[in-house]
């Protein structure tokens, strides 16, 4: 689906949070670093985790809702850090700012060097939520306010739970915001997305920024690797889960091109259908988990194909009587249990010609979007037009009316 990089918002938010960085950074240089051994060491540990981040989601791969987690951390560790070693510290909002921006460019620059560099998104939450979270907590801290209000009992560990939480939403709602920006996909299925992966590794990003924040109080600097060290080596296992997941789907796009290597069906015809799919998908508000499942059902769609003596015309399916349509989609079916990818993904192959009203959601996409690509490409310079009309005068049996009329809508931004 066609990006729009530069929308007004993405712009808007990229210059709030440049000129925030840029006017912390020079009224740091101006004035001078507070506790310059603090500032350093968690500037260390904050380069540290950008330079051990993951990518975040390509074209192919995963979703990374947080490339480096543990810069993060450290990130948030430092903006809510009140006392190191049981004495007061005086950093304020802005150094924080700057020292946290410092730092991730800095670890951001060998990923740059390589071509692989940070998006602008991530640069921008990290800023400004980071912001966020200094201004929540070290004025009302620095001016003694919180002690006051709570001491530094238990209620004191409960107030940073609850800056972590208000961090943690303020962040995912502004994720959601750039994403719906930069791609016009829906911003409540994506809000949604976001908030869900607050309980995964936002929970653990937010636990260690608090925890680190506490154990420095009391024990020091000497706590940041020790307190550290489990996240870095949580970021390297999922780094290897990511890269499996990668190759997983690498496996599934080359078996799907088994049937245009024999001849079955037409160059890029199954990346296209799977491409359409996951952008209908996405304009109807299907969640991640039901998108991985979409995707691979797409590109595996035709395979029953390769049970055929002889190859149908074009590879057009669409045009086939229902019974040869239902035929071939359980063979397809069969074949992909016989390959390991999980069973939702041979379930929807094998409903793939079904009456709509029979079918999963994710089936009546994965039809609507083949049927469309055959007819275009069958239907000469009018195609886009041709196979839309014949998609609406086919939503009494084949094809669900709300999945064509999104498909539509995806059809008209581009695809």
């Known amino acids: 689906m066609r990006r729009t990089h530069g929308s007004p918002v993405n712009v808007t938010a990229a210059c709030a949070a440049g000129a925030l960085a840029t006017y912390a950074l020079g009224h740091t240089l101006w004035y001078g670093l507070e506790e310059r051994g603090i500032a350093l060491a968690f500037g260390i540990l904050i380069a540290v985790g950008e330079l051990a981040r993951w990518g975040g989601r390509g074209e192919s791969g995963p979703v990374v809702r947080e490339p480096a987690p543990l810069g993060a951390a450290g990130a948030l560790a430092y903006a809510l850090l009140g006392e190191c070693g049981g004495e007061a510290t005086h950093h304020g909002v802005l150094q924080i700012i700057a020292v946290v921006s410092a730092a ?3 670890g951001a620059v060998p990923h740059v ?3 692989r560099g940070p998006s602008l998104d991530h640069l921008v939450r990290r800023v400004l939520t980071v912001g966020f979270a200094a201004i929540c907590f070290q004025p ?22 609850l800056v972590l939480a208000l961090t943690a939403l303020c962040d995912a709602v502004l994720a959601a915001v750039l994403i719906r920006a930069r791609t016009r996909w829906p911003y409540g299925p994506v ?8 309980v995964g590794i936002g929970s653990a990003v937010g636990a260690t920024g608090a925890v680190m924040s506490l154990a420095v109080a009391v024990a020091g600097l000497w706590a940041l690797p020790v307190f550290s060290a489990p996240l870095l080596l949580t970021q390297l296992a999922f780094r290897r889960y990511a890269a499996v997941r990668t190759t997983y789907r690498q496996t599934i796009t080359s078996l799907a091109r088994a ?5 079955y069906t037409p160059s890029g015809h199954a990346r ?9 998908g996405r304009d109807l508000g299907l969640s991640e988990a039901d998108l991985t499942v979409l995707e691979y059902a797409a590109l595996m769609h035709d395979i029953g194909q390769l049970s055929l003596v002889d ?22 079916g069969a074949v992909v249990r016989q390959t390991g990818v999980p069973s939702d993904v041979a379930v929807v192959v094998e409903r793939q010609a079904d009456p709509y009203r029979d079918q999963p959601l994710t089936a ?9 690509d055959e007819l275009s490409r069958l239907s000469g310079p009018s195609g886009v037009l041709t196979a839309l009309e014949r998609l609406r005068l086919g939503t009494g049996h084949d094809y669900h009316p709300e999945v064509v009329e999104s498909l539509s809508r995806v059809v008209g931004q581009g695809v």
């Open 104 to 106: 991730t460019l800095a």
């Open 113 to 115: 060097a390589l071509g």
């Open 140 to 161: 009302l801290y620095n001016s003694g306010g919180l002690e006051d209000l709570i001491g530094l009992g238990p209620l004191y560990a409960v107030w940073l739970v």
């Open 191 to 198: 809000l949604r997305d976001e908030l869900r992966a607050l």
């Open 259 to 263: 049937t245009e290597i024999a001849g």
């Open 272 to 280: 296209r259908v799977a491409a359409l799919s996951c952008a209908v």
């Open 311 to 332: 190859p149908i015309p074009a590879g057009a399916t669409a045009l086939l009587p229902s019974a040869q349509q239902r035929r071939i989609a359980l063979l397809g």
């Open 364 to 372: 009546r996409i994965v039809r609507t979007a083949n049927a469309y």
